[in-house]
T-cell receptor
Framework: AQKITQTQPGMFVQEKEAVTLDCTYD???????LFWYKQPSSGEMIFLIY??????QNATEGRYSLNFQKARKSANLVISASQLGDSAMYFCAMREDRSGGSYIPTFGRGTSLIVHP | DAGVIQSPRHEVTEMGQEVTLRCKPISGHNSLFWYRQTMMRGLELLIYFNNNVPIDDSGMPEDRFSAKMPNASFSTLKIQPSEPRDSAVYFC??????????????FGPGTRLTVL
């Protein structure tokens, strides 16, 4: 079973508009972390934002915010005021305790975002 | 901080040859991860070390793959013998003390491996 599901293989957005990238996850562990990474065409993986399973508020980092809906097991990334440089692959990831203190990460298949001028 | 360092950045080899990929994690990080990224399979975790000890190697494809972490500042991923289907980008990542669920991973630039 997929631990992390990103249902949008590709997304398009107009520059300066907001865009939401979907992510749903599956875990029975009460303690877990959710992450978003950006991978531009140059290939490096860049950490964007983190949300803990016990965090009461949605995480925000500059233009990035994470819409965390725990009951729905959803952790969507919202990018406000898109910029051309936001064009990249975006990966949702989860770290959960699989073996008592060992937090194994799992990544989704990614969403390709293209920002149009 | 130099970040996670990987070498080589690109490797082209012939089928049957031994390939060794190297990684230097960020100083002070005690968790290290090796990933493989392909178009077909996405980003796969191969092996995970905590305090230089392999914790989970269930992602290692087969016996041709082996990984070591002889000390806190160095790890290798070896493929022997290599096959064309091993062609991929291999990432190394490290995570701060404890490797807990709230610690993000810092990725290296990756090694692009091509096996002819």
């Amino acid at each position: 079973a997929q631990k992390i599901t990103q249902t949008q293989p590709g997304m398009f957005v107009q520059e300066k508009e907001a865009v939401t990238l979907d992510c749903t996850y599956d875990t029975s562990d009460p303690s877990y972390g959710l992450f978003w990474y950006k991978q531009p065409s140059s290939g490096e993986m860049i950490f964007l934002i983190y949300q803990g399973s016990y965090d009461q508020q949605n995480a925000t980092e500059g233009r990035y915010s994470l819409n965390f809906q725990k009951a729905r097991k959803s952790a969507n990334l919202v990018i406000s005021a898109s910029q051309l440089g936001d064009s990249a692959m975006y990966f949702c990831a989860m770290r959960e305790d699989r073996s008592g203190g060992s937090y194994i990460p799992t990544f989704g298949r990614g969403t390709s975002l293209i920002v149009h001028p | 901080d130099a970040g996670v360092i990987q070498s080589p950045r690109h490797e082209v080899t012939e089928m049957g040859q031994e390939v060794t990929l190297r990684c230097k994690p960020i100083s002070g990080h005690n968790s290290l991860f090796w990933y493989r990224q392909t178009m077909m399979r996405g980003l796969e975790l191969l092996i995970y070390f905590n305090n230089n000890v392999p914790i989970d190697d269930s992602g290692m494809p087969e016996d041709r793959f082996s990984a070591k972490m002889p000390n806190a500042s160095f790890s290798t991923l070896k493929i022997q013998p290599s096959e064309p289907r091993d062609s991929a980008v291999y990432f190394c990542a490290s995570s701060p003390v404890g490797g807990a669920s709230y610690n993000e991973q810092f990725f290296g630039p990756g090694t692009r491996l091509t096996v002819l």
